[in-house]
């Protein structure tokens, strides 16, 4: 027996809740939507390889982007790492005395903007300017130190942003004893047009997919709803509601997110382990303690909702325009 007809009962019932307590028809209504939604499962596992391709489209749909959800996600933990990436260099003036420059070091070190302060001399700064040169002896011609010193500044946490950054900057370069302040701005707003690259890419590659998949489901409900037209019209002819007609198809696609949702999950986690190892022997070889972080408990149920969603939507689409178009003769 067809699903809208064993669906049928339960509209009987339905048209004599004005007989009931108004208890008894509270209880009724979920009570209801429990036996649709079962019904419409089981409908689906009467054409098991046509619904588990379908949900398996939807799975696969949303894997892409929740993997490069993850390689977003773990790019922007490396580049939290980066501390150098966001240095400011305060070149001080030479005419400073070894206690201000102290005195500035431990002034500038007490701010809750910055992490850390390293103070570079500069005969340190000279000696390091001639191993790294390759000038060597040539430099020792010089009848004094050319080179001030340098006092290199690690920004706080919360000021390692490209715009955050480029305000303390300026903040430094107003100071009485700084001749010239200096920050790798170019690599800054390099990394942060790279990683809003990706974000855009992610979004906009994650927004087509989520329609194909709805479009997937609102194809595959719509020939559902074909196959049964002379049983709608039948069910329209004894009085039966759009709204109960369309129920079960609303749970059908329910159940095509939900199932495919689970896919998603398994084979995000999958692919992760995958390139979890690679992944590891490349951080090996750098002496890094890098490790892949996959996707967290609220972020797979995020994954499902969402799947769910789709689904429904699918559905939702094709019932509201297939089934209001067919009416009996």
Request: charged letters at 20%.
């Given at each position: 027996m067809s699903l809208l007809f064993r669906n049928r009962s339960v509209e009987k019932g339905a048209s004599n809740r004005g007989r009931l307590p108004w208890w008894r028809r509270a209880i009724m209504v979920p009570v209801h939507h429990v036996q649709q939604a079962i019904a419409s499962l089981g409908e689906l596992w009467r054409?098991?390889?046509?619904?588990?391709?379908?949900?398996?489209?939807?799975?696969?749909?949303?894997?892409?982007?929740?993997?490069?959800?993850?390689?977003?996600?773990?790019?922007?933990?490396?580049?939290?790492?980066?501390?150098?990436?966001?240095?400011v260099t305060l070149f001080l003036k030479k005419d400073l005395q070894t206690s201000e420059i102290e005195t500035f070091k431990t002034q500038t070190s007490l701010s809750d903007k910055?992490?850390?302060?390293?103070?570079?001399?500069?005969?340190?700064?000279?000696?390091?300017?001639?191993?790294?040169?390759?000038?060597?002896e040539t430099l020792d011609y010089l009848t004094t130190n050319p080179l001030p010193d340098v006092l290199v500044v690690i920004p706080a946490d919360n000021y390692r942003t490209v715009e955050q950054a480029e305000a303390l900057l300026l903040e430094f370069q107003n100071k009485r004893e700084v001749a010239h302040a200096k920050l790798d701005i170019e690599w800054l707003n390099r990394l942060q047009a790279?990683?809003?690259?990706?974000?855009?890419?992610?979004?906009?590659?994650?927004?087509?997919?989520?329609?194909?998949?709805v479009l997937i489901v609102g194809n595959t409900i719509r020939l559902n709803i074909l196959s049964k037209r002379d049983e709608i019209v039948i069910m329209k002819l004894v009085g039966a509601t759009n709204a109960f007609i369309q129920r079960p198809f609303l749970y059908t696609g329910a159940w095509y997110g939900f199932i495919g949702g689970i896919f998603a999950w398994l084979v995000t986690i999958l692919l992760i382990w995958w390139i979890e190892s690679a992944v590891?022997?490349?951080?090996?070889?750098?002496?890094?303690?890098?490790?892949?972080?996959?996707?967290?408990?609220?972020?797979?149920?995020?994954?499902?909702?969402?799947?769910i969603g789709l689904g429904l939507a699918g559905s939702y689409l094709a019932v509201r325009r297939h089934i209001q178009s067919i009416e009996p003769e």
């Amino acid at each position: 027996m067809s699903l809208l007809f064993r669906n049928r009962s339960v509209e009987k019932g339905a048209s004599n809740r004005g007989r009931l307590p108004w208890w008894r028809r509270a209880i009724m209504v979920p009570v209801h939507h429990v036996q649709q939604a079962i019904a419409s499962l089981g409908e689906l596992w009467r054409n098991p390889f046509a619904s588990l391709m379908t949900m398996a489209v939807l799975g696969l749909s949303l894997t892409l982007p929740s993997s490069l959800y993850v390689l977003v996600k773990n790019t922007s933990s490396i580049t939290d790492s980066w501390q150098q990436a966001s240095e400011v260099t305060l070149f001080l003036k030479k005419d400073l005395q070894t206690s201000e420059i102290e005195t500035f070091k431990t002034q500038t070190s007490l701010s809750d903007k910055v992490e850390s302060v390293r103070w570079v001399p500069k005969d340190e700064g000279l000696e390091q300017f001639k191993e790294q040169s390759g000038f060597g002896e040539t430099l020792d011609y010089l009848t004094t130190n050319p080179l001030p010193d340098v006092l290199v500044v690690i920004p706080a946490d919360n000021y390692r942003t490209v715009e955050q950054a480029e305000a303390l900057l300026l903040e430094f370069q107003n100071k009485r004893e700084v001749a010239h302040a200096k920050l790798d701005i170019e690599w800054l707003n390099r990394l942060q047009a790279i990683l809003d690259l990706i974000e855009d890419t992610l979004g906009a590659l994650a927004l087509v997919l989520c329609l194909s998949v709805v479009l997937i489901v609102g194809n595959t409900i719509r020939l559902n709803i074909l196959s049964k037209r002379d049983e709608i019209v039948i069910m329209k002819l004894v009085g039966a509601t759009n709204a109960f007609i369309q129920r079960p198809f609303l749970y059908t696609g329910a159940w095509y997110g939900f199932i495919g949702g689970i896919f998603a999950w398994l084979v995000t986690i999958l692919l992760i382990w995958w390139i979890e190892s690679a992944v590891l022997n490349v951080t090996n070889l750098y002496d890094s303690q890098f490790q892949l972080d996959g996707l967290t408990f609220s972020e797979l149920i995020a994954i499902w909702v969402i799947a769910i969603g789709l689904g429904l939507a699918g559905s939702y689409l094709a019932v509201r325009r297939h089934i209001q178009s067919i009416e009996p003769e």
